[in-house]
């Protein structure tokens, strides 16, 4: 790995990390609303197999999307001001927290169904497979997700159809306030995958770089025609739920242990031993992120709320020209 990528990589968790900080802040002051779903602590996740894609490839995410649209491109300004619910939001504020899209990043949400992301990331490898375009699939979901009878429908037309989808399971351990061994029978993932025939890789989903280079190897199988891969990346959020839970389910041990092994702390220290994170440039990097996202907020807080009068606008589509 070079120095920049390593800088890189740190960078990007870093503006995930305090991206989602501020929204905290936000939150806080009503300045954004509703549902709100943090990823602070599986930051390795989004940026590790996001930077295996190339461009054209598309990706699929969940309502813990914050992170995935960052580090796919997408501005932090338009990021914030869809949060807060403004016209210049990536959905232009009716999408909120759970909706971000971006169709020319081909970031296809953001998607508020447990698991309803996985069949659209099957639908867009088929395209692709149908037009013999060398562009994979990259889907994001919970290990609550692998429960849904979506994953498994999915997975088994993957399979069969030989699509090229890289399904990225981000286990956190909970699906809500509900343990993994609680809810499945089977806590090893990867081989509920298995069982379709689509290979499968438990990866340590706190380190970015094991992230990316599992993401890489198994991605290139992918979009040689390899079919399907599952990447079951082992994870921990470090906050709540959701901005509504009061997170009673979890032993705070158990937190403090997993807190321990921060992936952003974790690659700071590999980056110091190396010699490539000198003194005094974690506090420029620092200083840099946080300029961004005060500009993002900025930026948010300055746009546009929509008007009432636009209330019913793309609830139904515009009358085609000559229809009667
Ligand atoms: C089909 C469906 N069922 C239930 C819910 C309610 N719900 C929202 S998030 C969630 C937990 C999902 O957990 P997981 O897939 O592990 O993702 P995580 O939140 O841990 O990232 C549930 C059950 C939903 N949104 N959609
Ligand atoms: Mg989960």
């Given at each position: 790995m070079s120095d920049e990528h390593g800088l890189h990589l740190l960078r990007q968790m870093l503006r995930i990390r305090r991206f989602e900080e501020r929204c905290v802040e936000l939150y806080s002051r009503s300045a954004i609303r509703g549902f709100l779903h943090l990823a602070i602590g599986e930051e390795a996740c989004a940026v590790g197999v996001t930077e295996a894609l190339a461009p054209d490839d598309a990706v699929v995410a969940t309502y813990r999307e914050h992170g995935h649209a960052l580090a796919r491109g997408i501005s932090m300004r338009e990021i914030m001001a869809e949060l807060e619910g403004k016209?210049?939001?990536?959905s232009k504020g009716r999408g909120g927290s759970m909706h971000i899209f971006d169709a020319v990043a081909r970031f296809y949400g953001g998607n508020a169904i447990v698991g309803g992301g996985i069949p659209l990331a099957v639908g867009l490898a088929l395209a692709d497979h149908l037009q013999g375009r060398r562009r994979i699939t990259a889907c994001f979901f919970g290990d609550g997700a692998v429960a849904e009878g979506e994953f498994h429908e999915s997975m088994n037309l993957a399979a069969l159809w030989h699509l090229p989808v890289l399904f990225c399971c981000e286990n956190n351990l909970y699906a809500m306030g509900t343990a993994l061994e609680r809810a499945q029978s089977e806590t090893d993932l990867s081989l509920k995958a298995a069982s379709y025939r689509v290979p499968s890789w438990n990866v340590d989903g706190m380190d970015v770089v094991a992230v990316e280079e599992a993401a890489r190897r198994a991605g290139e199988v992918v979009r040689d025609g390899g079919g399907p891969h599952f990447l079951e990346l082992r994870t921990y959020r470090f906050?709540?739920?959701?901005?509504?839970?009061?997170?009673?389910?979890?032993d705070k041990a158990e937190i403090e242990r997993w807190k321990e092994r921060d992936p952003i702390p974790a690659l700071t220290a590999d980056l110091g031993a190396a010699g490539?994170?000198?003194?005094g440039d974690l506090d420029r990097l620092e200083k840099e992120v946080e300029a961004e996202v005060d500009d993002a907020v900025a930026f948010a807080d300055a746009g546009t709320d929509e008007?009432?009068?636009?209330?019913?606008?793309?609830v139904m589509s515009e009358p085609r020209p000559g229809a009667t």
């Open positions: 016209l210049e939001g990536s906050r709540a739920h959701s901005m509504y839970d009061p997170d009673r389910y979890r490539i994170l000198a003194e008007d009432v009068s636009d209330l019913e606008r793309y």
